[in-house]
Every structure is written in structure tokens, then in C-alpha cells.
């Protein structure tokens, strides 16, 4: 039987690049810590001559070249109306934020940090959340414009800004075959190459083996398929695929893919339900620092427990129910933000 949750000034010292014309249960450190270390195995170089350092991808915990990882991630306001979709290289991601926005739609906030695709989006406008969900990070932030209010909060983090309505440098274009607004797309590989002195972003999560929550002490419980409501028009659901060891996203109803023409999928699924502040009339504002009720899904599996924020620079925090900390599957995850009056079910 199906487990169901019911409904429970801008600062001009900030490192800007605005450019001018013109989205169960999982452990995350309180502050930036080290990726698990390596097995004897992992560690030991493959010859006796000038073998590349091995290190982990920050934001997905698999093995990588660390001179591979020495830039900064890269996180950008992807749009999901659905005259966006297909969107460019979300399965390259490396962590997506799914929010809830005005009328009832959703957007993302997609971070790339070990794979930087030549060009991602379509590129939309930031919301009164963004902020909190992209400081942990660091690095950049891309973003076609918004309510000066917005704008003016993003800009006031230490995020390198490149805002589409100022563009002066190139690093976006509208693409010819996609309907405006949705057309805005970024050189991401580039955007990442001029800021490359910028830290990597440190790491978020904890990572464990492909079967994280296996322990019985977490009391996971099989799952085959997560289905989510954040509103009448958006209820996105993942599907288990047990040969390919991922979740397979769909969209009311629909497979969901990107433009490469793969099924977006997950490593990991977080679903966190949260509070939305309605103090800007129209556009819902997520509610990102505090703490609610969190499901993890990895490995087959899910798992129950909380999370919580305490600053807008600090990750979220993923707690089992038992008090322990739970580490995520290596590789991608995407991390729901659904609210209060939505819901989650989780299907054996």
C-alpha cells in the first residue's frame, strides 16, 4: 500500500558579473566538510608514473581527477513552463532544486559543477528563494532578470552574478528554434572559464554506498515509484528503474526528457516538505531556513526523518528519524521542494 504525507540594496561590495544591455533521509554536514575517503584500492594510482590525483566530486561524492574539480559550480534558474521543455542537460546536473512559482508552476535551480555542459537552460528569472537555495554553494549564479527586489537580493550574496537583461559580455543568446520567453540559453562552459579562479563549492551531502539506506535501524522501506503534488498543474513522479539503478522522472503524467532526447533521471530523490511566505502577493516564496519533514530515496529505497537550515550559507541538514545521519547514493540528485498544501506518496 502506497505511504502517503498529507498536506501538513543592493550591496556594491558583493563579486558581481551582471551583465549590461539588454529548482527516508540523508546526512549533509552544518558546515563544508570532506568527501568520504577513498578505499586502499581507489587510492592507490593506476602506474608508477605521474598518475593523476583522485579526489571526489563535491556535489555528487563519485571518484574524479581533482584537477578536474578545481572551478567553481555553476547554478542557474532553468525554466520548466512547458513551452521550455525540452530543457538542456539537466541529467548532467549534479544537484536540482524543483520550486513551486506563481500560477501553480514549478522551476528549477540546477547546480553543474563536474560536468559543465557547453549550454544549459532555457534561462528564466529569480525568485524570492533563490538566494537561500544557492549561497551554499558559491561560485556563479545565472539568471535572465526579475523583480528589482529579487534581483537586488541575489546580488547581495557572494555569488558572481550574470544577469541575461544586462548582457553585455555574450554569454547568452536566444535560440531560434525555441517560442520566447523560454528561448534564453548560456554558454555555461564558458560562463564557468572566465570565472575560474573562483573556489569549488564545498560539499553538501554525505555520501555512502549505491544502497545507502539498507541499514534496518533507518527502517527504509522499498519503493518503486514517488509521486508528488505541488499543485494542480504540476506532479511530477520517479519511477525506480532496478537494471539501471536510477529514478526516472515524468511530468503530469508524461515522460519526462531532456534535449539530448534521455529520460531525465536521479541518483537520488529528497523530497522536503516546506512552509511557502506569501508576503510578495503572487509569487509564493519557499521557505528555506528552518526545518520540516524529509523523505530520502536512493537505492530502491526510502527513507523518513527532518531537515533543517539555519542560514541562508548553510546546507540543508537531513536527519533520520532515529537521530542518525544518512548518507546519499554517489551520482545525482534532485531535491523537492514541496509544500505544505502538497503531498508525497511513496509506492512499494
Not at 511557502?276 to 503572487?282: K, L
Given at each position: 500500500m502506497a505511504a502517503q504525507a498529507e498536506p501538513a540594496p543592493l550591496r556594491r561590495g558583493a563579486r558581481i558579473a551582471v551583465l549590461v544591455t539588454a529548482t527516508l533521509l540523508l546526512?549533509?554536514?552544518?558546515?563544508p566538510r570532506p568527501a568520504p575517503a577513498p578505499?586502499?584500492?581507489e587510492a592507490r594510482p593506476s602506474s608508477d608514473s605521474a598518475a593523476a590525483a583522485v579526489s571526489f566530486a563535491p556535489l555528487r561524492g563519485t571518484p574524479a581527477e581533482e584537477a578536474a574539480l578545481a572551478h567553481p559550480s555553476l547554478a542557474v534558474k532553468v525554466d520548466n513552463h512547458e513551452e521550455a521543455r525540452p530543457q538542456i542537460a539537466l541529467n548532467r546536473t549534479d544537484i536540482v532544486f524543483e520550486e513551486l512559482v506563481e500560477g501553480g508552476l514549478t522551476?528549477?535551480?540546477a547546480i553543474w559543477h563536474s560536468d559543465v555542459p557547453d549550454e544549459v537552460g532555457p534561462v528564466r528569472s529569480i525568485r524570492p528563494m533563490d538566494p537561500d537555495i544557492a549561497s551554499p554553494f558559491g561560485g556563479i549564479i545565472a539568471y535572465s532578470g526579475g523583480q528589482d527586489q529579487f534581483v537586488a537580493m541575489?546580488?547581495?550574496?557572494?555569488l558572481v552574478n550574470l544577469v541575461f537583461d544586462y548582457d553585455e559580455t555574450g554569454l547568452f543568446f536566444r535560440a531560434d528554434e525555441r517560442p520566447g520567453p523560454h528561448d534564453v540559453i548560456l554558454e555555461s562552459a564558458e560562463a564557468v572559464s572566465r570565472n575560474a579562479a573562483l573556489a569549488p563549492p564545498p560539499v553538501q551531502f554525505a555520501y555512502g554506498t549505491a544502497d545507502p539506506l539498507a541499514a534496518p535501524a533507518l527502517a527504509a522501506v522499498p519503493t518503486s515509484r514517488v509521486d508528488l503534488v505541488f499543485s494542480e498543474g504540476r506532479f511530477p513522479s520517479w519511477e525506480w528503474d532496478a537494471a539501471a539503478s536510477v529514478w526516472l522522472r515524468s511530468q503530469e503524467g508524461s515522460p519526462d526528457t531532456e534535449a539530448s532526447g534521455e529520460r531525465v533521471r536521479a541518483t537520488n530523490v529528497v523530497t522536503v516538505r516546506v512552509a511557502?511566505?506569501?508576503?510578495?502577493?503572487?509569487v509564493p516564496k519557499t521557505v528555506m531556513i528552518g526545518s520540516g519533514e524529509a523523505?530520502?530515496?536512493?537505492?530502491?529505497?526510502t527513507a523518513h526523518g527532518t531537515w533543517t537550515k539555519d542560514a541562508s550559507e548553510?546546507?540543508?541538514i537531513l536527519t533520520a528519524d532515529d537521530g542518525s545521519p544518512l548518507r546519499l547514493a554517489p551520482g545525482n540528485t534532485w531535491v523537492e521542494l514541496v509544500p505544505g498544501e502538497g503531498s508525497a506518496t511513496f509506492t512499494p
Open positions: 546526512a549533509a554536514c552544518q558546515s578505499t586502499e584500492a522551476r528549477y535551480v541575489m546580488m547581495a550574496t557572494p511557502i511566505d506569501w508576503r510578495y502577493g503572487e523523505w530520502v530515496s536512493a537505492g530502491g529505497r548553510s546546507p540543508i
